[in-house]
């Protein structure tokens, strides 16, 4: 029997200097080799869930075929400067991959 694995990485999130007001995304790509454990994505931002917004200013998407995650950022504000951590988590374990968004004022 196989030994489980858990998730990685192939693309990892990079940093990213964004004006104020001016939209961000960040990608990554999730290696998943146990097919039997679908993942789970989560985006973080300054220890913050990324969660669905009335606002529609945040939106995350995972392609599990093809493991593209995406989080978008539309018109960053200076909250928004900081950390961003994104997890892919199934039942044999989690990775995660962290940048910084820098926001600029003109």
């Given at each position: 029997?196989?030994?489980?694995?858990?998730?990685?990485?192939?693309?990892?999130?990079?940093?990213?200097?964004?004006a104020k007001n001016?939209?961000?995304?960040?990608?990554?790509?999730?290696?998943?080799?146990?097919?039997?454990?679908?993942?789970?994505?989560?985006?973080?931002?300054?220890?913050?869930?990324?969660?669905?917004?009335?606002?529609?200013?945040?939106?995350?998407?995972?392609?599990?075929?093809?493991?593209?995650?995406?989080?978008?950022?539309?018109?960053?504000?200076?909250?928004?400067?900081?950390?961003?951590?994104?997890?892919?988590?199934?039942?044999?374990?989690?990775?995660?991959?962290?940048?910084?968004?820098?926001?600029?004022?003109?």
């Amino acid at each position: 029997m196989d030994a489980a694995i858990a998730p990685s990485f192939k693309r990892k999130i990079m940093d990213q200097k964004v004006a104020k007001n001016c939209g961000a995304m960040f990608f990554a790509e999730v290696f998943n080799p146990m097919a039997d454990s679908p993942v789970k994505v989560q985006w973080f931002i300054n220890g913050e869930k990324v969660s669905r917004d009335v606002s529609k200013r945040f939106l995350t998407k995972f392609e599990p075929k093809n493991g593209k995650a995406v989080l978008t950022i539309a018109e960053c504000t200076l909250r928004d400067e900081g950390d961003v951590k994104c997890i892919a988590e199934t039942a044999h374990g989690s990775a995660e991959c962290c940048s910084k968004l820098r926001v600029v004022v003109d």
